[in-house]
T-cell receptor, first 106, second 113 residues
Framework: GQQVMQIPQYQHVQEGEDFTTYCNSS?????IQWYKQRPGGHPVFLIQ?????EVKKQKRLTFQFGEAKKNSSLHITATQTTDVGTYFC??????FGTGTRLTIIP | ETGVTQTPRHLVMGMTNKKSLKCEQH?????MYWYKQSAKKPLELMFV???????ENNSVPSRFSPECPNSSHLFLHLHTLQPEDSALYLC????????????FGQGTRLTVV
């Protein structure tokens, strides 16, 4: 079955530094979704990418979908303490990746 | 408020107990999901119901038994659980066929003693 892996598993950054998490699928995806889970909370939808090579931005967040539609990335510019949480990608049938846990050092 | 409500929020049960987790969605979605979240395996998909039919069962032990009586309600019946089953159980719903995003409930924190 489909496997979705994310790297890194953990990331600690100084406030103001950039952060990137990568998502890789064993199979080609029709779309990919990104979610954020704050500590003690539940996953919340951020965005969906559908087209090969698609790039979408939400303020300081930039999402990319690979040309082969098997990988994706989320980049956060100039992190803030509000960015703390675990970021998940999700592929077909809402199968989630392993997640990247982001902590911010003030 | 996400439109997906889970009860109870916290549950402590013994290994010989039988309990049920409940999930209700008010979004008019046609698919519902159970996920298990633990330190070892974040967001592990357990069961999927689409149009009230179970379409996914990811090698989950038989001590977990799902039930979907209608498109708005989903249950997870628990019996003779093990301590390693302690985790956060999350319910989600989505609209199938529209590449719909998932809306999650707040989760039930389960502790098996």
């Amino acid at each position: 079955g489909q496997q979705v892996m994310q790297i890194p598993q953990y990331q600690h950054v100084q406030e103001g530094e950039d952060f990137t998490t990568y998502c890789n699928s064993s199979t080609t995806l029709s779309n990919i979704q990104w979610y954020k889970q704050r500590p003690g909370g539940h996953p919340v939808f951020l965005i969906q990418l559908v087209k090969s090579g698609e790039v979408k931005k939400q303020k300081r967040l930039t999402f990319q979908f690979g040309e082969a539609k098997k990988n994706s990335s989320l980049h956060i510019t100039a992190t803030q303490t509000t960015d703390v949480g675990t970021y998940f990608c999700a592929g077909e049938k809402l199968t989630f990746g392993t997640g990247t846990r982001l902590t911010i050092i003030p | 408020e996400t439109g997906v409500t889970q009860t109870p929020r916290h549950l402590v049960m013994g290994m010989t107990n039988k309990k049920s987790l409940k999930c209700e969605q008010h979004l008019g979605h046609n698919a519902m999901y159970w996920y298990k979240q633990s330190a070892k395996k974040p967001l592990e998909l357990m069961f999927v119901y689409s149009l009230e039919e179970r379409v996914e069962n990811n090698s989950v032990p038989s001590r977990f038994s799902p039930e979907c009586p209608n498109s708005s309600h989903l249950f997870l019946h628990l019996h003779t659980l093990q301590p390693e089953d302690s985790a956060l159980y999350l319910c989600a719903s989505s609209q199938v066929g529209d590449r719909g995003r998932a809306f999650f409930g707040q989760g039930t924190r389960l502790t098996v003693v």
